[in-house]
């Protein structure tokens, strides 16, 4: 049952992921961080997918049992971290704020501007935990080989 649980975690967080990709592709209007929003929650969407697949065929591939608490977890904190991500992106793209700009160029003036890059920031680095979390199972898995 236990694999059962942590390969829907997978799956739900890419469904959700992707589909807020996909919704966001069709918020895009001008160039502005939208677009940035809707490529990272299409392909991380993907790339959650792929990691719900390496944990299912590393035992089956005859490397070590996955610790099932850590491996439901992770898919949804990589994801939640990542739609957290891209709100605060489509936030601050819906002010108006350019892609390609950085630091002062980018001229976050008002609160919500502010906002939406300290949410997409805060979203990016519980994004990176998820993902060295993979990382820690994965490596964990292969090194403990059957």
């Known amino acids: 049952m236990g694999e059962q649980r942590y390969l829907r975690s997978a799956l739900f967080s890419s469904i959700v992921l992707f589909l807020a990709g996909g919704i966001l592709g069709f918020m895009i209007v001008g160039l502005d961080i939208v677009i940035p929003a809707h490529y990272h929650g299409a392909t991380v969407g993907v790339s959650i997918a792929f990691m719900g697949l390496s944990y299912y065929l590393l035992p089956r591939l005859g490397y070590g049992p996955l610790p099932p608490r850590l491996t439901f977890w992770q898919p949804l ?41 300290g949410l997409m920031g805060i979203g990016g680095l519980i994004s990176v935990i998820g993902g060295v979390l993979f990382l820690v199972i994965a490596w964990r898995s292969m090194w403990a080989r059957r």
Not at 81 to 93: N, P, V
Not at 101 to 112: E, F, K, M, S
Request: without cysteine; proline residues 0%; charged residues 10%.
């Open 77 to 117: 904190l990589y994801g939640g971290g990542q739609l957290l991500h891209i709100t605060g992106l489509a936030w601050t793209g819906g002010y108006g704020v350019q892609r390609k700009t950085a630091g002062a160029a980018q001229a976050l003036d008002r609160t919500g501007e502010v906002l939406g890059m």
